[in-house]
C-alpha cells in the first residue's frame, strides 16, 4: 500500500507541471493505478520532467563591496586602537568591548573576502550596503579612529602637565638652592670686616638674648621647685632679695628670685674678660679688629660644642672657671646644703659644681648661652651695653618692658596720678648701636596678672 502511495505521489510531482490538455489523462491513470497492483519494476513512459533549477546568485558590486571592505577595515582599525589604548591604564570593561568589536569586524572582512571569491562551497552571500551607505561606516570608523587618537593625546597631554609641573617644582628649589649658594659664596669671598658686619645685626644678638632667657627662665624654675621641696618660705626669700616689694599676686615673688639669677649671670658681662671685680683687660688696650675677630671667633666655636662635654673635657678651660665662680656666687652652701639635703653626697662637695648635682645641667646650659651672648657682644663695634633700671624709677615703653604680660590698674593717686614705678629689675636691658633692647622690670604696687 505505501509503495502504491509513493508511486503515486512521484508520479504526481513529476507532472506537475505538465501542459494543460494532459492533465485530465494523467489524473485517471493514476486512479487506476492505485487500484491494480503494479509489477516490481513497473517503468513508467510517455512523462515529460520538469527540472527546477535555482536562481543565479547575483555577483556583488564590485564598487560596492570595495567600499564596505574599506569601512569594515576603518572600523577594525578603531576598535584596535581602542583595545590598545585600554590597556593604559587597565580598564577590563573597556576592553572586552574593543575585543568583541575587534572579532566582528574581521568576520566581516572575512565574509566580504567570501563573498567576493564566490565559487562553490562558500557561504550565501552578505547582503552589502550601497556604496553611500558603505562610505558611512568607512567615515564613522575613521572617526572613532580619531577619537581614540585625541583621547590618547589627551592622556599624554595630561602626564606632560603634571611631569613639566614636576620638573617647574624641581627648578624653583634648585634656583632656591641656588641662590641660598651663591649668597654664601658672596658672603665667603667678602673681606673679613665685612663678613663681621653681615653677621653683626640686631636680630642675631635678639636671637640669641632670647634663647638666653629662655634657659634663665629654666633653671630658676627648676631651682624655685627645689626650694618649695625642701621647705622654703618663697615671700621670705623674695623679701630677702627685694624687700618691702608690692606683689600684686603671692605667686610673683618667684620673679624676685629670678630677677637674682639673671642680674648674678650679667654681673661682669661689661668687662672684656667677664670679670666682676674690675681686674679686666681695659677696652682701650685692645686693638679693635683684634677684639672682634676673636670675640666672633669664641662665639662661632663655643656654639658648635657641646657645653656638657667642654666641662667634661677641658675642666680648667676660661669657660669652666666662668660656670664654676658663677655657680659660687649664686648657689651659698648653706643654700645648697638646705636643697641637696637628702643628697647621697658629703658635704664636703658644697659649694662647687658637681655632675651628681640635679642643678648641673640647667645650670651649665644656662652659662653657656650667657657666655656666648657675651662673646657676641664683644663683637660689635661699638660694644654693646648693658643697663638695668634702679628701682623707683618711672616706667617707661621705650626702655622697659613689663615682665608680666598684662596690667589691668596701676595703683595711682586719686589726686596727682602718676606713672608706675620699677619694684626691680628682672632682665637687663642692651644698647646695640643705636638700638635699644628694652629692659624687663617687675612694676611695684600694680595690679597684674599673667
Not at 56 to 74: E, F, G, I, N, W
Not at 113 to 128: A, D, E, K, Q, V
Not at 139 to 155: D, H
Request: glycine fraction near 4%.
Amino acid at each position: 500500500m505505501l509503495q502504491k502511495f509513493a508511486l503515486a505521489f512521484k508520479t504526481k510531482t513529476i507532472e506537475f507541471f505538465a501542459e494543460d490538455e494532459e492533465e485530465e489523462d494523467d489524473e485517471a491513470s493514476v486512479v487506476a493505478d492505485l487500484t491494480a497492483d503494479p509489477a516490481p519494476e513497473e517503468i513508467i513512459t510517455g512523462q515529460r520532467v520538469v527540472v527546477l533549477k535555482p536562481d543565479p546568485v547575483p555577483r556583488a558590486d564590485p564598487q560596492t563591496l570595495a567600499a564596505a571592505a574599506l569601512a569594515s577595515s576603518a572600523s577594525f582599525h578603531a576598535a584596535y586602537l581602542h583595545l590598545q589604548t585600554a590597556h593604559s591604564p587597565f580598564l577590563p570593561d573597556e576592553l572586552r568591548s574593543a575585543d568583541r568589536a575587534s572579532v566582528s569586524h574581521l568576520r566581516r572582512l572575512s565574509d566580504l573576502r567570501r563573498s567576493y571569491l564566490g565559487g562553490p562551497g562558500t557561504s550565501p552571500p552578505l547582503p552589502i550596503s550601497s556604496h553611500l551607505e558603505a562610505q558611512v561606516q568607512e567615515n564613522q570608523g575613521l572617526l572613532r579612529t580619531f577619537e581614540n587618537l585625541v583621547n590618547r593625546l589627551q592622556s599624554d597631554i595630561e602626564r606632560k602637565d603634571t611631569e613639566a609641573a614636576a620638573l617647574e617644582k624641581t627648578l624653583t628649589d634648585l634656583d632656591a638652592d641656588a641662590a641660598r649658594l651663591a649668597d654664601r659664596l658672596e658672603r665667603a669671598c667678602m673681606p673679613p670686616e665685612e663678613k663681621v658686619e653681615a653677621l653683626l645685626t640686631v636680630g642675631v644678638f635678639d636671637s640669641v638674648l632670647r634663647d638666653t632667657c629662655r634657659l634663665t627662665h629654666r633653671f630658676a624654675r627648676i631651682l624655685v621647685d627645689s626650694m618649695k621641696m625642701s621647705g622654703w618660705d618663697l615671700r621670705a626669700a623674695a623679701n630677702c632679695i627685694y624687700p618691702d616689694v608690692n606683689y600684686a599676686k603671692p605667686g610673683h615673688c618667684r620673679y624676685a628670685i629670678l630677677s637674682y639669677v639673671c642680674l648674678g649671670m650679667f654681673g661682669g658681662f661689661d668687662s672684656y674678660e667677664f670679670c666682676e671685680d674690675g681686674s679686666g683687660v681695659e677696652l682701650g688696650d685692645i686693638d679693635v679688629t683684634i677684639r672682634r675677630n676673636d670675640s666672633l671667633q669664641q662665639f662661632i666655636d663655643h656654639s658648635a660644642l657641646d657645653p656638657m662635654e667642654v666641662m667634661r673635657d677641658f675642666p680648667s678651660c676660661d669657660f669652666a672657671k666662668f660656670c664654676q665662680d658663677k655657680y659660687v656666687k649664686l648657689i651659698h652652701p648653706g643654700v645648697e646644703s638646705s636643697l641637696l639635703r637628702n643628697s647621697t653626697k658629703g658635704e664636703s662637695l658644697l659649694g662647687s659644681l658637681r655632675q651628681s648635682s640635679p642643678l648641673y645641667e640647667p645650670f651649665v646650659s644656662m652659662a653657656s648661652s650667657v657666655w656666648m651672648l657675651h662673646k657676641l657682644a664683644w663683637a660689635y663695634d661699638p660694644v654693646v651695653e648693658i643697663f638695668q633700671v634702679a628701682r623707683g624709677t618711672e616706667f617707661s615703653m621705650v626702655f622697659m618692658e613689663s615682665i608680666v604680660r598684662k596690667v589691668h590698674k596701676v595703683h595711682m593717686d586719686q589726686e596727682s596720678p602718676s606713672r608706675p614705678k620699677v619694684g626691680f629689675t628682672v632682665v637687663p636691658g642692651f644698647r646695640v648701636g643705636k638700638t635699644v633692647v628694652q629692659s624687663r622690670v617687675y612694676l611695684d604696687g600694680s595690679k597684674q596678672s599673667l
